[in-house]
C-alpha cells in the first residue's frame, strides 16, 4: 500500500487502524487496501447492507469505527450510515464510534443529537 497515494479519509482510517493495534483491539478489519475488509452490517428490510470503514474487537465487545473528515460529517449518506450502525450496536450490545477530525467532535455531537443517533466520538488529529 502506497501511503503517498492515499486520500485523507483513508490516512485516518490508517491512523485508526494503528491506534486500535496499540490498545490490543483484536480482529481488526478495514476498508484499506491489503486489509480485510468489514462486513456489511445489515438495516431494514429491503435497504442494503452499509460497510463501516473499521471494525474490531476488545475485550469480547464488537466495535463498529466509522471515519468522517471535514467535507464527509455533514452528508447526508454518512447521517444514513451513522443510524445504520447506531441501530445494530444497540440491538446487539455492540459499540459505535465516530471518528472525526480533532476540534469537529462538538458538530459531531450536534449533528448525533439532532438526529437522534446514539454514539461515542473520538476525535482524532
Known amino acids: 500500500m502506497d501511503i503517498d497515494e492515499l486520500s485523507?479519509?483513508?490516512?485516518?482510517?490508517?491512523?485508526?487502524v494503528e491506534h486500535l493495534k496499540e490498545q490490543e483491539y483484536k480482529n481488526i478489519k478495514a476498508d484499506l487496501p491489503d486489509h480485510e475488509k468489514p462486513d456489511g452490517i445489515?438495516?431494514?428490510?429491503?435497504?442494503?447492507?452499509?460497510?463501516?470503514d473499521v471494525t474490531a474487537r476488545k475485550n469480547d465487545t464488537f466495535h463498529i469505527f466509522e471515519v468522517e473528515t471535514v467535507d464527509s460529517i455533514s452528508e447526508d449518506h454518512s447521517h444514513h450510515q451513522w443510524l445504520a450502525f447506531s441501530?445494530?450496536?444497540?440491538?446487539?450490545?455492540?459499540?459505535?464510534?465516530?471518528?472525526?477530525?480533532?476540534?469537529?467532535e462538538n458538530i459531531a455531537l450536534d449533528i448525533l443529537s439532532e438526529k437522534n443517533i446514539l454514539a461515542r466520538i473520538w476525535g482524532q488529529d
Not at 445489515?42 to 463501516?52: A, E, L, Q, T
Not at 441501530?87 to 465516530?98: C, G, I, R
Open 8 to 16: 485523507e479519509h483513508d490516512l485516518m482510517i490508517l491512523s485508526l
Open 87 to 104: 441501530e445494530f450496536t444497540q440491538n446487539t450490545k455492540s459499540v459505535f464510534v465516530l471518528v472525526v477530525p480533532k476540534g469537529y
Open 42 to 52: 445489515p438495516w431494514g428490510n429491503n435497504i442494503p447492507k452499509h460497510f463501516p
